[in-house]
């Protein structure tokens, strides 16, 4: 009788091990969960993207997989030194979260997920759907590492409501650009002061200034890197985008030079800012019912140089992507995540409720996220012309060596030559290694 009981206890065992290893248990209804129990950990910059999987996303993974998905946020300041010293201490994250300038360097610490594309009962990714400069640019080698989720862009946006009261239009040339921030800065209330100007951006020293900087020597028919990777920007078309930029800070506020991100969004949120430049993120910012120009603003692609100029991009191609790291020990369950969370679905649900970043083609036409954002489709077609800052390791240091030099030339510090020239000096002996 023993040896009969024993012999059960051992068949329920290595049942259950069979079970586990096979990475699915079946729950009280009966279905079968692929990874129950499995905890996979991610490090995700913060943001109301990534508020929205911890909140909404993660349950629901959990639901249908089993899946404990557990989301540390860092601030982009932070993020970059939290994942290096990750890599080479604790190697905690299965999940990594680079942005476009990163995704080289995090190439290296990151596993291909080709073998997991296709593979039955893992999420389709419908990688046609996913924008092709978008995909591409991540993702230029053999190996797929990385699916984004949440790209973004600089955007030219205008009030239309300004321009119809003036009798202006839309500004497609540099020269009428500076014509309509002219007529548009003005003050509306008749106390002797302005109050309404013509034009903004991120003046102050940083990533933002210099991706401000970017769509402007683009549509002055320039280029950033040549094909080889070395530095294109000192050029004329360089030179003269910085001079556009220092010409149309007469029409600008004049605490300009301090504006981040953060204060110019806020003033074109306020209505004292009539047209500029920033990140797609402005624009569910100025959608949003509690502000004062909700509906009154348009985006559109960047004022060209002349109309003759040959235009190869529009912007610089930011954002971020989901991919798993190389010494994950959850492999299987973090690709399976990256994949669920970056599926059709799933990322139409989180733009509808985040930060409307589209990363797919088909988002510029769902109706449910126009309706909270109309400028989605601007934001795709601009991305669909886009391209990665620089396609190398060494981006991060080369962007901080050109927002300094970028900054020096729009305040003055330096001639638009000098700073370009100093620039390239700065970056070469990356370029070159």
């Not at 034009?199 to 102050?204: K, L, M, S």
């Not at 019912?289 to 985006?299: A, N, T």
């Not at 599926?343 to 509808?352: C, F, H, L, P, Y």
């Amino acid at each position: 009788m023993k040896k009969k009981v024993m012999a059960g206890f051992a068949v329920l065992f290595f049942a259950s091990l069979a079970v586990f290893a096979n990475g699915a248990q079946e729950d009280d209804s009966g279905n079968k969960k692929m990874f129950e129990g499995e905890t996979v950990n991610a490090l995700i910059f913060t943001s109301s993207d990534t508020d929205y999987m911890i909140n909404v996303l993660a349950p629901k993974l959990k639901e249908e997989t089993g899946i404990n998905l557990q989301i540390d946020q860092v601030p982009y300041d932070n993020i970059r030194a939290k994942q290096l010293a990750d890599v080479t201490g604790a190697k905690r994250y299965d999940i990594i979260n680079p942005c476009t300038e990163w995704s080289f360097e995090y190439a290296q610490f990151a596993e291909p997920l080709n073998q997991y594309i296709g593979k039955a009962d893992y999420p389709d990714p419908e990688i046609d759907d996913i924008i092709p400069y978008v995909w591409k640019e991540f993702n230029g080698s053999k190996n797929t590492y990385w699916f984004p989720y949440q790209p973004d862009t600089r955007v030219f946006f205008y009030r239309k409501d300004l321009l119809k009261q003036a009798g202006l239009e839309a500004p497609k040339t540099w020269n009428e650009l500076l014509s309509v921030a002219k007529a548009l800065t003005k003050d509306t209330d008749n106390d002797g002061k302005i109050d309404q100007y013509g034009f903004g951006f991120p003046a102050r020293r940083g990533n933002n200034l210099t991706l401000a900087w970017v769509p402007f020597l683009f549509s002055a028919g320039g280029e950033l890197f040549d094909e080889d990777n070395q530095p294109a920007f000192n050029s004329q078309a360089g030179i003269d985008a910085i001079n556009l930029l220092r010409e149309l800070k007469k029409y600008c506020p004049p605490d300009i030079d301090t504006y981040g991100e953060y204060e110019l969004n806020k003033s074109a949120k306020e209505g004292s800012i009539a047209m500029g430049v920033s990140a797609s993120a402005i624009t569910p910012e100025v959608e949003s019912s509690d502000v004062p120009v909700k509906g009154k603003i348009s985006c559109t692609v960047f004022p060209v140089q002349s109309e003759n100029t040959t235009v190869k991009y529009r912007a610089c191609l930011g954002g971020w992507a989901l991919g798993v790291s190389s010494y994950s020990k959850h492999k299987a369950a973090a690709a399976y995540t990256v994949l669920w969370l970056t599926d059709k679905a799933n990322s139409t649900d989180m733009e509808i409720h985040g930060r409307q970043h589209a990363a797919r083609l088909s988002q510029a036409s769902n109706p449910e996220l126009l309706a909270v954002n109309p400028h989605v489709k601007t934001i795709v077609d601009i991305l669909e012309k886009s391209v990665i800052f620089y396609h190398g390791i060494s981006g991060a240091q080369i962007n901080e060596l050109l927002n300094v030099r970028i900054a020096q030339a729009i305040s003055g510090e330096l001639s638009p030559k000098a700073a370009l020239e100093k620039a390239e000096e700065d970056i070469l002996p990356l370029t070159k290694k």
